[in-house]
């Protein structure tokens, strides 16, 4: 669109199913782009944005806030003019663009997505302090479609997962939470992988299509 000029790096498939993900480096990691091709291979096409170099912004967490509303809404919309099933996935920060993108394209949309699948998600405003309720960030608790929620179970971000689900659903959106034994959040972007995670990660297009089973 006007704002920017977002590439999309695209692994097609003739089957019915679209996975749009905001991985925010087009996939150029090997664990993300072994997973997109292997999905593909299955019949579900992914498309990763590349929205950080579009919008010109270092790879940061406070480069979120800068990438537009309207191009990400701009890219769903392309993406459901293929007449797929359109779902969205990110992992860690990035879930926060796709509830954001979610929820003001429902807003001038009657129909829902497929759904989405948020990885690890981290998505509070603040460090939560001990004792009090966490904050979130805006998007939470604004979307109608239906979720999957993944967190690792060594990650002390495993224990506020039924509070996030809570949170998640005020909008509308179904939530089913999963926890994966033996992980830790964000684990296939680590150098430091322990075996239970680095078969996870061979196995991520697999927990994918797992996840999809339940939206």
Known sequence: NDEADIEIRVFPAD??????????????????????KSLAEDGIEVWMPDMLSGFMLP???????????DTLTAIIDEAVK???KVYLIASGPDTELI????????????????????????????????GQAPEYV??????????????????PNRWGINTLSQQLQKGGSTVTAKVIPKVRGYFFKRQDTNRSEDVV?????GLIKVSLFYL
């Open 15 to 36: 089957g019915d199913i679209l996975l749009l993900g905001f991985p925010c480096d087009e996939g150029k990691s090997t664990a993300e782009e072994r997973t997109a």
């Open 59 to 69: 790879k940061v967490r406070s480069s979120l806030a800068d990438i537009s509303t």
């Open 82 to 84: 293929t007449g797929k």
């Open 99 to 130: 509830l954001r993108a979610a929820s003001h394209w429902e807003a001038s949309n009657e129909e829902t997505l497929a759904g989405a699948i948020l990885m690890f998600p981290r998505l509070f405003k603040e460090t939560p302090v001990p």
């Open 138 to 155: 805006d998007a939470v608790g604004k979307t109608r479609l239906p979720i999957v929620l993944l967190e690792g179970g060594r990650t």
């Open 201 to 205: 990660t061979s196995q991520m297009a």
